[in-house]
C-alpha cells in the first residue's frame, strides 16, 4: 500500500535532483524575501505581532512559488497520460502529497532557522505549541497547495492561477497559525490555545479527506 506512493515520491526526488527547479526557486524567494525584510526595517525593530505574521507570510508566498510544480512538471514532460494508466488516483496523490510534505518541512525548518538568527523578536516561549502549529499547519499546507496544483495543471495560466486560488483556500489556515505563533511567543498555555488548535485540526483533516475524495474527479478530467 505504501511502495506504490513511496516509489512515486522517488521519482519525484530524482527528477527534483536532476532540475533543481523547485529548490532553486524556493532558496532564492527565502533569500530575496527576507533580505527585502531585513533592508526595509533597517535599524528599527518590529514587535512580535509583525514578526509572527511576517513568519507566516514567507512560508505562504514561498509555498506559492514552488509546490505548483507538483502536477505540471507532468505536463510539461508529457507523463500525465503515463501515469493515468500504471497508477491509481489515491496512488498518484498520496506520492505526490509526500513529496510536497517534506518539501514543505524542510524549506520552512530553513525559514524558521533563518527567521530566530536575523530577527530578535522571534523568541519562542513555548516550544512545543510552537513545534506543533509548525507541523499542523506544513501539513495543511502541503495537502491543499497538492490538491490545488492538480487543479490548475492543465490550465493556461498556471503562474497566475495558483496563488490566485491558494489564496482564499489557504486564509484561514495561515491566520489561525499566526495567532498560535504569537500564542507561543507570549507562553500561553495549550488549554487557552485549544480552539484554535482545533481549528488547524480540523482544517487539515478536512483538507486530506476533500483531496482523496475529489482527486480522482480531477486526475481523470
Same mark, same amino acid.
Given at each position: 500500500?505504501? $511502495?506504490?506512493?513511496? $516509489?512515486?515520491?522517488?521519482? %519525484? ?10 529548490? #532553486? ?10 533580505? *527585502?525584510?531585513?533592508? +526595509?526595517?533597517?535599524?528599527? @525593530?518590529? #514587535? ?18 514552488? /509546490? ?11 507523463? @500525465?497520460?503515463?501515469? !493515468? /494508466?500504471? $497508477?491509481?488516483? +489515491? ?8 513529496? #510536497? /510534505? ?9 525559514? @524558521?532557522?533563518?527567521?530566530? *538568527? ?38 493556461? $495560466? ?20 499566526? !495567532? ?5 511567543? %507570549?507562553?500561553? #498555555?495549550?488549554?487557552?490555545? !485549544? ?5 488547524? *485540526? ?6 486530506? @479527506? ?12
Amino acid at each position: 500500500m505504501i $511502495a506504490k506512493p513511496f $516509489a512515486l515520491f522517488k521519482k %519525484d526526488f530524482h527528477s527534483e535532483l536532476k532540475t533543481r527547479y523547485a529548490i #532553486n526557486s524556493l532558496a532564492m524567494f527565502i533569500i530575496v524575501a527576507i533580505s *527585502v525584510i531585513l533592508f +526595509s526595517i533597517g535599524s528599527e @525593530t518590529i #514587535n512580535e505581532n509583525l514578526t509572527g505574521g511576517l513568519f507566516w507570510v514567507i512560508i505562504f508566498f514561498t509555498a506559492m512559488s514552488g /509546490l505548483a510544480r507538483a502536477f505540471v512538471s507532468e505536463e510539461e514532460r508529457g507523463t @500525465t497520460l503515463t501515469l !493515468q /494508466l500504471i $497508477a491509481s488516483s +489515491s496512488t498518484v496523490f498520496s506520492g505526490k502529497f509526500i513529496f #510536497n /510534505l517534506i518539501l514543505v518541512f524542510c524549506v520552512n525548518i530553513l525559514i @524558521t532557522l533563518l527567521y530566530s *538568527v536575523f530577527f530578535e523578536k522571534f523568541v519562542v516561549q513555548n516550544l512545543v505549541l510552537f513545534i506543533v502549529t509548525f507541523i499542523l499547519g506544513n501539513i495543511g499546507l502541503a495537502s491543499a497547495s497538492t490538491i490545488i496544483a492538480a487543479i490548475i495543471a492543465k490550465a493556461g $495560466a498556471k503562474g497566475t492561477l495558483y496563488p490566485v486560488l491558494s489564496f482564499p483556500i489557504l486564509l484561514p489556515l495561515i491566520l489561525t497559525c499566526v !495567532q498560535l505563533t504569537l500564542f507561543s511567543f %507570549d507562553d500561553v #498555555n495549550f488549554v487557552e490555545a !485549544q480552539v484554535e488548535l482545533a481549528i488547524v *485540526v480540523g482544517y487539515d483533516i478536512i483538507m486530506i @479527506t476533500v483531496s482523496y475524495l475529489l482527486f480522482e474527479f480531477i486526475w481523470k478530467d
